[in-house]
């Protein structure tokens, strides 16, 4: 039935209305970044009418910008070795490799969990399904005994281990459903075929599930990228992931809400851009299995 | 050229570099007929993020004392690639000397030093995990004065570091120099020294001297006075400013700070000598009344702050006084940060009604309206190289190096006696950014009106968790009446304890 013009115009500004809301939060904590103190906390709030500066960016990354309406000194707003660029590449290489990690692992074992029969099949998806209800803390602290133990403090490898284990449950459920819509009837008929189990796994449910395996993947990353308490227990001085950077802000005299945004502002990006590069794939794998057969 | 003169000579044309009374290059040309070395001309750096480093920015030019440095590189050779590891919450004396001072030490010892900055419950955690482990993590506490008690068996008492260990003894570090109230508040547990007090962010008043002349109000001198003229000014000039603010978040630790000083003003306590909670007593009633009453002068957004948005309401001209963290006075003085540089002054925290004694207390509770807060720097007794650590806790909180971090760092109160009269922390005694014109009402609140918690175990869950979370219920109307709230806490206070 055609919609009215009333109904139209009354539909498009409800979904703008909608996109302003949840978009709000982002662009205030973003205009926060461009703020100085005074900008900041000036009573009542600005929301629009403020000098932009980009010294918020400059002291966090420890790079000068060279505007004009900038400042060209930089400092080290944690006071020695938390210049951030060096910091974003620990979270991107913690992130991507523990994904990585929790999607190979995780791959094969919902393809298992999918299509074989085994005794304690629907036990051991109970238990891995009751891993994500563990609260983090419970584990952080053996983790940490255990980690010292084997000098995984402090390294690269101990925090994707972690982060990787950490996600490798919500992965395989995630997987063993994307790999429940696919047909079973297509791996018999390969079977049939001739086919060996690794080869239907890699050659035909391997690229059907692609979608879900980015989605997977996505959801891996973001987790990883955003996880507190890990990052914080098991690194030191040699590795910081942005959460555990971003809480150094928060000083004895007060937080810096101008560096912690612009900071914030800035881990916004590479997760968006690993959104945006899997984008075509995830809207099919969040869209799998909706129109069942 | 003597020692002191050098350094009364530096300060004066760092003030005046400050000020814009003197050029860069004919401030640089007297720095380098000081011997300062290449490292000092280099000039690009900016302000903290919060203030604690938007000091004279000059002040960077400020060396260590060459005396201590040898001394360092003679000690620290046979320690000479060493790492030693330290957690701490940022404070202006740990950023000083992550940022701009340790290069020194570490040049001079060849010893890394790694000094990881978090918020101060977290380092709780990680501390709680190392000692907990006995894995030595970390060669260096920073150990809150809360938490004295809790650490006081996992560090060296520096008393006996330093008559044990003659070689490693810094010529003239004088133990004795640390302000005796800071070493019974902060650094003692019992009869041992935990640690040596390292920094120290106490209440002070600070109002706005514009307001309180426009309407003929001189800095309250009593607790009663404080209301009255907040009551004034909230009336005359609210909504748009109001008398006092405060640091009232619900659960948080800054509310039970503010509890302990009208609690002591009010000539109560928390403890008896039986160690029994007794903030519920007649006393303690009488300062939750006030207190309320106090409360209707200030912002309304009041409970939802911890010390972060009350010193803010200042800084943003919303409220006309505190009585809080005098940390805070240099970033008010800086017109790159707030709008009322030059605007506020300093004075004593008003007199409490009447006082207990330390006797009428429990677990070593010292009453005063003038709560502190403040941490100490100990040696970890799971160090791998609690030598080395030792050398560089001595270093970082020896008279020269506590005079540099009061220049740079800007704002906190040097724990030393000679530190307040050093000429370099003199120069900075002027309106602007990393002002110490506030340390000598901070150095008298110290010696005459400090108030301290008291050193248990159990404390940082007091403090931190049971008291601000019935404290916040309070404030948001879950209780009958002070008396009602109090006895709760008290309740809850003596289960704890039982455990």
Known sequence: MPQSKSMRIFRTLAGWLVVAFFFFPIFFWTSVAFRDAKDIFSWPPKFFEFEPTVRNFEQVFGISLGFGFGTQETVNPGGGNFYMAPRLWDSIVVASMSTVLAIMVATLAAYCLSRMQFRGRHEFVNWVLSTRMMPPVAVAIPMFFIFKQLNLLDTYLGLILVHGLMNLPLAVLLLKSFFDDIPAEIDESALLDGASRWTIFKRIVLPMAKGGIAASAVLCFIFSWTEFLFALTLTQTGIKTVPVVSSTFVTSIGTAWGNMAALGAAAIVPAFIVVLLVQRHLVRGLTMGSLKQ | ?499
């Open chain 2, 1 to 499: 050229m003597k020692d002191s003169v050098r350094k009364q000579y530096l300060a004066s044309i760092t003030d005046k570099f400050v000020r814009g009374q003197l050029g860069r290059r004919e401030f640089l040309r007297a720095a380098g007929k000081l011997g300062l070395g290449a490292g000092a001309l280099g000039m690009g750096f900016g302000n903290r993020p919060f203030g604690a480093f938007s000091s004279a920015r000059a002040a960077e030019e400020l060396t260590p004392n060459p005396e201590i440095l040898k001394w360092l590189a003679d000690v620290g050779k046979p320690f000479a690639g060493t790492t030693l590891k330290l957690a701490t919450e940022s404070t202006p004396p740990s950023n000083a000397i992550n940022g701009q001072l340790k290069k020194y030490f570490e040049e001079a010892t060849g010893i890394k030093v790694e000094i990881e900055v978090l918020p101060l419950e977290q380092v709780l955690q990680k501390l709680t995990l190392d000692v907990a482990s006995n894995l030595g993590t970390y060669d260096l506490y920073y150990i809150d004065q809360s938490w004295a008690a809790s650490f006081s068996q996992d560090v060296f008492d520096p008393r006996e570091q330093y008559s044990a260990k003659a070689d490693l003894a810094m010529p003239n570090y004088n133990l004795d120099d640390f302000l005796p109230a800071l070493v019974d508040g902060i650094a003692k547990y019992e009869d041992r020294w935990v640690g040596v007090p390292y920094d120290i962010p106490i209440f002070i008043m600070i109002y706005r001297k514009d307001i309180y002349d426009k309407l003929s109000l001189k800095a309250p001198e009593t607790i009663e006075e404080l209301y009255t003229n907040s009551k004034i000014i909230t009336d005359e000039m609210g909504p748009k400013v109001y008398g006092t603010t405060g640091q009232m978040k619900s659960g948080h630790y800054s509310l039970e700070c503010d509890w302990t000083a009208w609690l002591w003003g009010h000539g109560g306590s928390i403890f008896g000598p039986d160690g029994k909670f007794t903030g519920n007593d007649e006393k303690g009633v009488a300062a939750l009344e006030y207190w309320t009453k106090l409360k209707a002068t200030m912002p309304p957004g009041v409970d939802g702050w911890t010390w972060d948005g009350q010193g803010q309401s200042v800084a943003q001209g919303v409220a006309a006084s505190m009585l809080s963290w005098g940390e805070f006075f240099p970033y008010f003085d800086d017109p790159t940060q707030t709008k009322v540089s030059g605007l506020c002054e300093v004075a004593v925290p008003p007199r409490a009604m009447s006082l207990r004694t330390v006797k009428e207390t429990g677990y070593g509770e010292i009453p005063g309206v003038g709560h502190q807060g403040g941490s100490s720097l100990a040696v970890s007794r799971y160090s791998k190289s609690p030598d080395a650590a030792w050398i560089f806790m001595q270093w970082a909180t020896c008279a020269d190096t506590q005079a540099l971090i009061t220049t740079l760092g800007g704002g906190t109160g040097p724990t030393r006696a000679s530190v307040y009269d050093d000429p370099r922390v003199l120069a900075q005694a002027r309106v602007g950014a990393g002002t110490t014109r506030h340390l000598p009402v901070v150095r008298e609140t110290i010696a005459k009106h400090m108030g301290s918690e008291p050193d248990l175990p159990e404390w940082a869950q007091l403090s931190s968790d049971t008291i601000p979370v019935s404290l916040g219920k309070y404030f948001a109307g879950s209780y009958g009446s002070p008396k009602e709230a109090l006895d709760d806490i008290a309740k809850q206070v003596g289960e704890v304890l039982k455990g």
